[in-house]
């Protein structure tokens, strides 16, 4: 792993990024989880819960409906395989490219996101219980509509960088302190911003911790699952979390702390920066999760418009000055 | 593939965006009362960008001018609309033509248009960067979207005054140097036009016993 | 000279602010002596506009030979309205009569007073103040009837118009914009700078500044597709108010377009201007000749035939002869004498049936012997018949279109022209020459027969003073008349 006496290999790095996402995401959201019970004046669960959960789950043992196939058991490890192939694109621990980042930009990050999520909403439509298909079919259909969100950010981040990888987004980001207060950019931000909000599932879309009919979307996906499915399931959900916290501050808001080269000490340092800030985006989304309520499913069009309208916005700003 | 703008720049096109935000804010909004007041923020956030313009620029009539305008935006206006509804007792929740959704995406078309024709104007001024003007330009084409879509008469009349914002933001960018006088008369212009706006509002409650439009539509051909 | 102005500014001001403490009856005589002498005033400036370019008092009050044209037209149907209000109103002898009075007597000089001011002010922006004024004050005057027609009437008046004006007022800051980059930051907008540099104007942003200045002040001017206001406004204030809005308010709209159309010919060359106008002027004759075929209102046929007289007048700015352009001023005169004749006897009719409905209207001229031969004759003189000032004028321009290469346009102008003619004489014909006495009673029942007789003498005056003007315009315009339209040409020309 390590090259020389001060440098860990790019290769080693990249590892690093993945295993730090694998690893750290269980905790983001226990902390997230911690905090949102302290907000409400409970002493919360713990905040390595998550960890004990999953190791739980996977010594349990695994249910399967008559009616479903081999789709069903491999939905959960499809989307695992792509919440573990995306840390590989974006800057999660250096502010350079790594070797296999090129592989895809941010829009090849999206598509590969978007992948896990069908292959989980398949899964749970085809175990043919009522609930299941009522989450997959709902969470397809706002999927599919913050989709032109997610584009429009892309554009503008293209519209910045001429590229449309993230890297160099966040190297223009660092490089003047201006950059942050472009009203394209803030835009941009607040617009990925709300598009990591529905697509976490958190209020004012969704209710992260219970599992209310009315309003279920992603939780019901995963309502026929059980054991190691399920615990992959849990782990791929907390990974996506911490994968689209990750593209929002280290491209978007607050892209420093990454290591600028490969040694050891900065490589190790960029770890903890990067969980510290995911922590305390989690504890925003906490305290928003007790200052709103829940919007009326029909109402979250009007949630993704505005969404849409920011995105616009910020591309129109950068095409017509500048701006 | 532009050169980064300073942050005054970056800072006066985040507060010209927050003034088209607030029009798209009161395009969803359904409570007349919230309609006004978020007409009263927009004239505030408006008047905060006079006074950085000001502050940034040293043009000292401008401060005035901040002055006036809150005054008369963010006081005297919404109060006498604000009262006009507690006179009313009816009807607290506008009405409009189409859904939230549509309404944004037609304001959204709009708005583009609007960017790109004054974008293609390359109009350079030292107050407030272009990106200032092709906002203005866009609020007030949601201004008249609000005016066509919702079918009251109070947001009617809201939408005008937040029409007559947007055009303050765009003689903010280029018009920075006009003379007080001049610009004095544009506001007790605005003051009079406000009046005028009320009583008749007050005569179509007197006469309808309601602030819809529906009924207006008597006269035609 | 420059104490003339001041009076034309300040004299209808303070006969507005006298008739709120005076009785009705003083405050009638007042108004007419203000209508007159301010036409005279008018009149007294003309020799001298036609040799000056400029008078200039102060640095706010400015006067050249395009502002006297409008001034004459808009003081003489501001005398002429004074005695047809003075004959028309009924008023109650309660104090509601009274506050009504009161109420209308000063709204009418007030809104005469910004009409006046609007082509005297110096500069694009007091242009705009004075054309904003004109609008609130209207607005108000068209809901003084507390109708449910004049609410709605009003309403959309005054939202439609604000809006116009509010494009306006943004084309008012782009034109200021496209002088600072001649004249850097802080200059005024009077006329003399800015013609002085609108040569070296940036094109592109007085193109955009003109096009919000036709489509702002349009929406006042009542130019297709901003026009839907007119109709309604129109038909629904009070007859002498009906008067002033489509004879004088109509105008100084006009003369607002017609400043920017100088600055922006010496920017951007004679072509776009014209074709923008020649744009809207062709879909305002148009949609007007159609709908007049079609009304059962009196004064909404009326207020039609002044959208169309409209669309003529900004054909005829996009022809550029300087023949026609002359044509098109001396159409703003005998237009203002026509439409308020018509209006007048209009408001004789209304009296005297107690309907607007032209179907319930018949045997005008047997029950109003005078207003109704009168009536009959301002519609002719609309519809460009001799020997009234209409034709003349629309002769003009005519004419100047066909020295034009394009002269499509000038064809599509006279069978437009005659369109409406046709709409128009429909409505003479069945209601004023058709020969029984009789009218149908306000419930539609019976057929009541009416009294023939005036309704008021002073009526019958005020038409006879616009009829004589048309037939002075028509036939003989005077020769310093003639000389001061040639002059404002000339202004409003292109160089060459």
Known sequence: MLLGPSVVAPQGVQALQDLTILFGAPLVSGVISHVEGRLQGRRGPRILQPYYDLAKLFRKETVVTEESSWVFLAGPVVAFGCYLIVPLLIPVLTTYGLPLGYMGDILGGGFILALASFSVALAGTESGAPYAQLGGSRAMTFGALIEPTILFVVFAVALITSTDLPYALAATVRSSSSEMVRPGHVLAAIAFFMVVLVDTGRIPVETHSGTLEFGMIDEARTLEHSGAPLALLKWGSAMKQLILYTILINVFVAPWGLAASGSPVAVALAIPALLGKAMVLGMIFAVIDNLFAKLRLFKITEFIAAAFLLAVLAVLVFYAGGG | ?221 | MSSILVVLVVMPFVVAVATIFLPVGISKILTVISGAVTFALALALVPTATTHTQIVTGSMLRVDALSVVFLVATTFLYGATAVFAGGYLHLADSPAGTRYGRRFYAGLNLFCWSMVAAPLVNGLALLWVAVEITTVISALLVAIDDTDGATEASWKYVLIASLGLGIALLATIIMYYAGTTVFGSAYDLSYATLLAGAGRFPPDVVRLAFVLAVLGFGTKMGLVPVHTWLPDAHSEAPTPVSALLSGSLLAISFYAILRYFQIAVRTLGPTFPRNVLLIFGLASLLLAALYLLSQRDLKRLLAYSSVEHMGILAIGMSFGAPIAVVGVLLHVLAHAAAKGTAFFGAGSVVRKFATKDMTKIRGGIGALPWSGAMLVAAVLALSAMPPFGIFRSEFLIVSGGLSDPRDTAAAVLVILVTLAFFGLSWFTTQTMLTPDLTAVSADGTAAVTLAKGEVSAWIVVAMALGLVALVILGVHPPAQLSQLLNHAASELGTPR
């Open chain 2, 1 to 221: 593939m532009h050169a980064i703008p300073s942050t005054y720049a970056g800072v006066a096109d985040v507060v010209a965006v927050l003034v088209l935000l607030t029009e798209f804010a009161m395009l969803r909004a359904p409570l007349l009362r919230s309609q006004v007041k978020l007409y009263a923020f927009q004239s505030l956030v408006v008047s905060g960008l006079a006074v950085y313009v000001a502050a940034s620029r040293h043009i000292n009539d401008l401060y005035v001018l901040a002055l006036l305008s809150f005054v008369l935006k963010v006081v005297l206006v919404p109060g006498l609309v604000l009262r006009l509804l507690r006179d009313a007792e009816v009807d607290l929740a506008g009405s409009s033509v189409l859904g939230v959704a549509s309404m944004i995406l037609i304001a959204l078309g709009v708005s583009v248009f609007g960017f790109i024709t004054v974008g293609s104007l390359h109009v350079h001024s030292i107050a407030l960067p272009t990106t200032a003007l092709a906002i203005a330009a866009a609020v007030v084409l949601v201004a008249f979207v609000l005016i066509i879509l919702r079918a009251d008469v109070v947001s009617q009349a809201i939408g005008f005054f937040s029409l007559e914002n947007g055009v303050s933001v765009a003689s903010l960018v280029v018009a920075a140097g006009l003379p007080l006088v001049v610009e004095v008369a544009f506001l007790f212009d605005l003051l009079v036009a406000v009046v005028v706006f009320g009583v008749l509002m007050r005569v179509h409650h007197g006469r309808t016993k309601s602030l819809s439009t529906e009924a207006l539509d008597r006269l035609k051909g």
